[in-house]
């Protein structure tokens, strides 16, 4: 090709056309930039390609960790539940002045013990901070994630925390339970546990504690589960 340009100029020259070889200089140069450009334009196509790509693989790793923040969020609900049913037992067993049998060990334990799951996942928007977040080319998309991990997430954590226990509480079982291997918790005197009204009025408070946990809980996972939906919608756009 560049053969064939410099015979053209030479005939041009050769010619003694000025006008002529003015007019092939013009184009020349305009061919040179054609190409920069298009090489410029290849490039930038090839990196934008591989941001894609890098988004794709990021949305799937927020993906995971969203689905594991929803396993977790359950497991935690459904352990609270659990946790109120052997208080509805015990408090149900004190309106009914029960007699005791061992089976109510466990439920005197989980009376009193607060269900506890390990807290959210963040791994997923770990590696995409590190990656860049700007990555997510969506807006909406890109601010919602944010807002989960950054705001939700940490709000969520901060209210369970301000619902911790009193120690008074632990101070009360150490008095008046004998603890046991395999979750289970025995009074030493029956009778006094059961119609002691500080004892009742700690299941009632632990109760009130747990709905509002149950109830923090349950807005994150809806949060979580929107998010969730949203990042796979937005990857079928891809």
């Not at 184009?27 to 090489?39: C, F, P, Q």
């Not at 359950?74 to 659990?82: F, H, K, L, M, V």
């Not at 632990?170 to 395999?182: L, Q, T």
């Amino acid at each position: 090709m560049l053969t064939f340009f410099r015979r053209i100029r030479k005939e041009i020259i050769g010619s003694g056309g000025a006008r002529k070889y003015v007019l092939y200089a013009i184009g020349e140069v305009l061919l040179v930039m054609v190409g920069i450009l298009l090489a410029l334009q290849v490039n930038n196509w090839n990196e934008w390609r591989k941001n894609r790509m890098k988004e794709i693989s990021a949305l799937h790793e927020i993906i995971e960790t969203l689905e594991l923040n929803v396993q977790i969020f359950t497991r935690y609900i459904d352990g609270i539940e659990a946790n109120n049913r052997s208080k509805e037992i015990i408090l149900n067993g004190i309106e009914n002045k029960i007699a005791y049998s061992d089976t109510l060990d466990r439920h005197f334990l989980e009376a009193f013990v607060q269900w506890s799951e390990g807290f959210v996942s963040y791994s997923g928007f770990d590696a995409l901070k590190n990656n860049g977040i700007d990555l997510i080319l969506s807006d909406t998309v890109r601010k919602e994630i944010i807002t989960l991990f950054e705001n939700s997430y940490a709000v969520t954590r901060e209210d369970i925390e301000n619902w911790t226990f009193d120690q008074f509480i632990f101070k009360y079982m150490d008095e008046n339970f004998i603890w046991y291997e395999g979750l289970k918790a025995r009074p030493k005197d029956f009778k006094f546990v059961m119609n002691d009204h500080y004892f009742l009025s700690i299941i009632h408070r632990l109760i009130r504690q747990n709905n509002h946990i149950k109830g923090i809980l349950s807005g994150s996972l809806e949060e979580t589960q929107r998010v969730l939906q949203l990042i796979k919608d937005e990857l079928e756009k891809h």
